[in-house]
């Protein structure tokens, strides 16, 4: 069975751009979250979906928004980014909306200049 | 979620069972203790998870005290590729939010 997938795996944009990231979940995982990873914050929750409805959100701002759509496939997207954006974003799935573990992707590693 | 302290770095020589410890104190009852690793630059690998008895799978053993203050997942037999941040997290069954503290770094030494 195929794991997380993400896409792209890297990305370079500027400040003021916006971005939207993408994540496929493992067949048949209902579930997606997304962390952001920063060498001072070290991994931190963004939020979660569950039946294309948001269920669970972290402490960012609401330039990070979210969706997920009826194959479960989720995508996030950062507006008028800022070079703290910069980060590895990671996304996780899940099977069931309280299924214990997650299964994490490689990552997109993005990059704001 | 409750909180975590782990060491921040360990080293241990390649073939001998590596032992990373995690207190984690103020656990509550409905809570899991989960491991994951994250090898440079990659996504967290999901290792092993328990909530009272000692757990083992094919990665590594799981041992909780008994008052599950605390706990120490084992690398039977370490290999190079075991080197990596090693996460211990507090969980709620149901909360699907993981909170990731700084992690041990276990470094595995010919």
């Known amino acids: 069975k195929a794991g997380v997938t993400q896409t792209p795996r890297y990305l370079i944009k500027t400040r003021g751009q916006q971005v939207t990231l993408s994540c496929s979940p493992i067949?048949?995982?209902?579930?997606v979250s997304w962390y952001q990873q920063t060498p001072g914050q070290g991994l931190q929750f963004l939020f979660e979906?569950?039946?294309?409805?948001?269920?669970n959100k972290g402490n960012f701002p609401g330039r990070f928004s979210g969706r997920q759509f009826s194959n479960s496939r989720s995508e996030m997207n950062v507006s008028t980014l800022e070079l703290g954006d910069s980060a590895l974003y990671l996304c996780?799935?899940?099977?069931?909306?309280?299924?214990?573990?997650?299964?994490f992707g490689p990552g997109t590693r993005l990059l704001v200049l | 979620d409750a909180k975590t302290t782990q060491p921040t770095s360990m080293d241990c020589a390649e073939g001998r069972a590596a032992n990373l410890p995690c207190n984690h104190s103020?656990?509550?009852?409905?809570?899991?203790v989960y491991w994951y690793r994250q090898i440079h630059s990659q996504g967290p690998q999901y290792i092993i998870h328990?909530?009272?008895n000692n757990e083992t799978n094919e990665m590594a053993s799981l041992i909780i005290t008994e008052d599950r203050k605390s706990s120490t997942l084992i690398l039977p037999h370490a290999t190079l590729r075991d080197t990596a941040v090693y996460y211990c997290?507090?969980?709620?069954?149901?909360?699907?939010?993981?909170?990731f503290g700084t992690g041990t770094r276990l470094t595995i030494i010919p």
């Open positions: 979906y569950f039946s294309e409805t948001q269920r």
């Open positions: 328990g909530l009272k």
């Open positions: 103020t656990i509550s009852g409905n809570e899991y």
């Open positions: 996780a799935s899940s099977l069931l909306k309280s299924q214990e573990t997650q299964y």
């Open positions: 997290i507090v969980r709620d069954f149901g909360n699907e939010k993981l909170t």
């Open positions: 067949s048949g995982h209902r579930s």
